[in-house]
Structures are given as structure tokens and as C-alpha cells.
């Protein structure tokens, strides 16, 4: 077949999958789904319903804010893979010095990230394990840490047998399971609807309770800074989760994500056509997006009002100690026989954040090392699928080992570090990276587009706003924050180790590569 037949072929059968009446654009919903649901578990359950407990309704204009940018940063990344075909991580070989640094040096962030983010993920559900057990006393409180190896042990078994069309079924039946919930659980309670409105629209100032220094100090003691850019990280996701939502859309084959990259010459006849089947394409990720992130914010609004009304009268809030525990009283609050329903739906939407998690990281494993070599990539996809769940598990088990060990011997009460972990990892996937990839974004959209193809100019202003706000967040974040010189001389590091690495590999990855190429 020529090159003219087959792009004939790919426009019909492009054009043959799209959605012809408005309504059934919303059937493309399902990557959308994953990202909802891996930010479910820990924005919405944990840290919504602490930010409500703490702040009340205000904090609600924040969630607003911060999904609204991180929705302009995924719309943007999954636009020019729908437009071109090529991945983000591809075009950032491109970026000037050593080919390839940028993808590398985000290489050795994930492989430190990810078995940090999967460790928490497994300790939060072993926490909530202990507490359903009654175990929860056991070794000084360590027993949690065991309860999570066991927990991510069965769901690496999961991983290895299942792939993207079993993450994206489960996920929507978690998503569309819990919107229902928590909806009719807020209209039982009614809330304050008008200081609900209020709170999500109208910036105000963010100040602890009087309450909160005596029974929380640990709390307490840190900046109102540090706690709200704690949300920032995980409310909406993380970048990484939008890089890997970007590789979902191959397997759905929206606009040139399925085919593959384009010419310049193919490019051009996509710029020149306004009604070009890939063009139209663009409306996808545009709906799946904005239905995740709406449901993101429905989740937030449910929980933020929960955590106002149920858990700040009694000054309980979400810790280390009690993650998922205290929100039971959301729905034991309506009637007690209700307690097993939220213990089951908390517990399967943290396995399928836990679960997600893995996904993404063999997505975005997988990614990276097709941005460098393809052909290593193609031949040995298993091999790296198998390798980063390991890597992702191994790490994970070890740090939750180490907290074990930690918490269960030598004094009683010793403050929980899971948080104190998480904390630096969060301020680089949810915070610092979010900013950077915005850049990116208008950086690729200016370099490899044409004038009629590049972004309307409302989501180049979001994503250079966005840009800044995300890093100047996560700067602050790493600066007050307790570890701030070992994270960031440890980004340094990764930095300057890329560069040489890159250097190094450029030199003999090409020839590899075309050897294994020309052997296909």
C-alpha cells in the first residue's frame, strides 16, 4: 500500500469513529476516569475532608483554582498527541543540550517518586485494614505497614495479569460508584449551599482553628503554607498521571495518538483542513478531561463539606494515625448500619488508586525509554512492564519495612513519617513537575506546530499561568519544608547525573537502536 492509501485508510477509519451528535461525545469518557479515580483516594477521601475539617468551606476556592490549571495542562499535552501522534517525553529529546537529558533526569525522579507514592498508597490501606481488624495497636501501631505490603502484594499480582482495558473498566465503576454516594450523602446533610457557592468562588484568607494547636500540634507547628500546598500535590492529580493519561490515549486511538507520528507533509494537510477528521479529535480528550476534573470537584465539594459539618465540630481530623477511619463518620452519621458500606468503598477506591498507580508507572517506564530508543522499547515492552513493577513493589515493600521497624520499636508515640515521606516526592509529581510541564507545553506547541494547529490563545495563557503558579508553589513547598536542602540537592543531583548520562548514552544508543529497527 502507498503512502497516499494509507492515509487515506487511517482518515476514513478516524473519521468513521467519530462521535456524529453532541451527546455522544460523552461516550469517549474513560481515561478521564482513571485520572478522577486516582486522585479519589488521597484528595478527596484524605485531604478534602482535612481540608474541610480544618479550613471549612474556604478551602474549596483552592481546589477550584488548582484543578482548573491542572485541567489546562492535560487538555494541552493530550491535544498535541491527538494532533501529531508524538508523546511529550519524544519532543523533549529536543530540548537544547544533551539529547535526551530532560526525559532521563525525569527517568531518576520516577524511580525515586513512584515507590514512595505506591508505599503510601499501601500504607494508607493497611492503615484502614488495621482499624477494620481491630489490629490497629499491634507492634506500636507498625502493624500497618505489614497489612500494606500483604495488600500491594495481591495487587501486583493483579498488575501482572491485566492491562488498559481492565484499568479503565474498573476505574469507571468506581468513579460513577462513589459521584453517587458522596451526592446523596451531601444532600442528606445539606449543607450551607450558599456558603458552599461562597467558598468555592471567593478567595479568603486561610487561618488554623484556635482548637487546632492543642490537639494537633504536629499540625499546627507547620505553615498554613506548607499544609495547603500539601493539597496543591495530590487534589487533581499528579504530572506524571497526566503524561501517562496522554500514552492511555494510543489505546484509544484518538485522532494520530493510534497511528503514530505524522510528517511534516501530513501535518501541514491537517493544518490546512478546519474540518480534518484529527482535528475533530481534539473534542475528546477536550470532554474526557473536563468530565474527570468536574467529578474531581463534586468529590472535593462532598468532602470538604463533610469534613466542615462532621469532623470539625468534634475537632477530629484526617492524620497519620487515622487516614481513613474518622470519615466512616459521614455516613455512620445517617444511620450505623451504614458503616460496611463505607469500609467496602474506601477500601476498593484505595486498591484502585493503589492498582492505577502501578498502571501508570509501567505507562510512563514504557514512555520515556520510546522517547530514547524505540526500537528497545518495541522489542522488550514485557521485559519493561516486569522490571518497573518490580522496581515500583521492591521499593515500596522497603519503605514500608522501614517505617515497620521505625514505629514498632523503642518508645511508644512516636510520630508517624508516611506523610514526612510523601511530602517531598508530592511537592515534585503534584507541584513542581505540574509547572514544568506546562512550560513544556507551549515550549512543543510553538517549536513543532503550525500557526493553524497551535493552541487557542485562552489555554497557552492558562498553561503559562499555570507554569508559574505551579513552580513558584513548589519552590516555596521544598524551601519551608523541613528537608528542604536534601530535596533539593537531590533534584540537583538527578539534574547533573542526567546530563552526563545522556551524554554517555547518546553514543551508543543509536546504533542499538538501528540495529534493532532494521532487524524488525
Given amino acids: 500500500m502507498d503512502d497516499t492509501s494509507a492515509t487515506a485508510v487511517t482518515d476514513q477509519s478516524r473519521a468513521g469513529g467519530l462521535p456524529r451528535r453532541p451527546l455522544d461525545w460523552l461516550k469517549v469518557f474513560g481515561p478521564g476516569a482513571i ?15 482535612r481540608g474541610g475539617a ?5 478551602i474549596l476556592f483552592l481546589f477550584v483554582v488548582i484543578s482548573l490549571l491542572k485541567w489546562g495542562l492535560v487538555v494541552a499535552s493530550s491535544r498535541h498527541m491527538v494532533l501529531t501522534g508524538v508523546h511529550p517525553y519524544q519532543r523533549m529529546l529536543d530540548l537544547p543540550g544533551p539529547r535526551g537529558w530532560f526525559p532521563l533526569a525525569l ?24 482499624w477494620m481488624t481491630g489490629t490497629s495497636k499491634m507492634f506500636q501501631g507498625g502493624i500497618d505497614y505489614l497489612w500494606g505490603i500483604g495488600i500491594l502484594a495481591i ?15 474498573v476505574q469507571l465503576v468506581i468513579v460513577a460508584t462513589m459521584l453517587f454516594c ?13 456558603g458552599l457557592l461562597k467558598g468555592a468562588v471567593l478567595p479568603q484568607p486561610y487561618v488554623y482553628p484556635e482548637w487546632l494547636s492543642a490537639e494537633y500540634p504536629h499540625i499546627a507547628s507547620q505553615p498554613v503554607w506548607v499544609e495547603t500546598t500539601c493539597y496543591v500535590g495530590v487534589i487533581g492529580g499528579a504530572g506524571f498521571d497526566y503524561l501517562a493519561y496522554t500514552s492511555f490515549m494510543r489505546d484509544k486511538a484518538w485522532g494520530q495518538a493510534g497511528a503514530g507520528p505524522v510528517s511534516a507533509k501530513r501535518l501541514a494537510e491537517i493544518a490546512g483542513d478546519p474540518e480534518h477528521p484529527v482535528r475533530r479529535w481534539v473534542r475528546a480528550p477536550l470532554v474526557d478531561c473536563s468530565i474527570s476534573f468536574l467529578a474531581i470537584l463534586a468529590f472535593s465539594a462532598a468532602f470538604v463539606a463533610s469534613g466542615a459539618l462532621i469532623l470539625a465540630p468534634h475537632h477530629k481530623i484526617p492524620d497519620e494515625k487515622n487516614l481513613l477511619n474518622l470519615q466512616s463518620a459521614f455516613v455512620t452519621g445517617i444511620h450505623p448500619w451504614l458503616l460496611p458500606l463505607y469500609v467496602a468503598g474506601a477500601f476498593l477506591t484505595m486498591v484502585g488508586t493503589l492498582y492505577g498507580t502501578l498502571e501508570v508507572a509501567c505507562s510512563i517506564a514504557s514512555e520515556m525509554i520510546y522517547a530514547v530508543s524505540r526500537g528497545f522499547t518495541s ?18 515493600c522497603a519503605i514500608l519495612l522501614w517505617l515497620f521497624a521505625y514505629q514498632s520499636t523503642g518508645a511508644t508515640g512516636k510520630p508517624r513519617l508516611l506523610l514526612a515521606i510523601l511530602t517531598p516526592a508530592n511537592l515534585f509529581t503534584g507541584v513542581l513537575g505540574c509547572g514544568l510541564f506546562c512550560l513544556m507545553n507551549l515550549w512543543m506547541d510553538r517549536r513543532f506546530l503550525p500557526k493553524a494547529l497551535r493552541l487557542p ?8 499561568v499555570s507554569g508559574f503558579v505551579f513552580l513558584g508553589l513548589g519552590l516555596k513547598g521544598y524551601w519551608d519544608d523541613q528537608s528542604r536542602w536534601y530535596a533539593i540537592g537531590s533534584l540537583c543531583v538527578m539534574l547533573l547525573i542526567a546530563a552526563a548520562g545522556a551524554h554517555l548514552l547518546g553514543r551508543w544508543i543509536a546504533p542499538v537502536d538501528k540495529k534493532i529497527l532494521d532487524d524488525q
Fill in 35 to 49: 485520572i478522577a479515580s486516582l486522585t479519589i483516594g488521597t484528595g478527596e477521601l484524605i485531604f478534602s475532608s
Fill in 54 to 58: 480544618i479550613f471549612g468551606y474556604r
Fill in 107 to 130: 527517568l531518576l525522579i520516577a524511580l525515586v517518586c513512584l515507590p514512595i507514592w505506591i508505599s503510601f498508597h499501601s500504607g494508607v490501606l493497611g492503615n484502614l485494614t488495621a
Fill in 155 to 169: 495487587v501486583v499480582a493483579i498488575t501482572a495479569l491485566r492491562g488498559y482495558s481492565t484499568l479503565e473498566r
Fill in 182 to 194: 458522596v451526592g446523596v450523602t451531601l444532600i442528606l446533610y445539606n449543607p450551607d449551599w450558599l
Fill in 379 to 396: 522489542r522488550y515492552a514485557r521485559h519493561i512492564k516486569r522490571i518497573t513493577v518490580i522496581w515500583c513493589a521492591v521499593g515500596a
Fill in 457 to 464: 490563545a485562552w489555554l497557552w495563557l492558562l498553561n503559562l
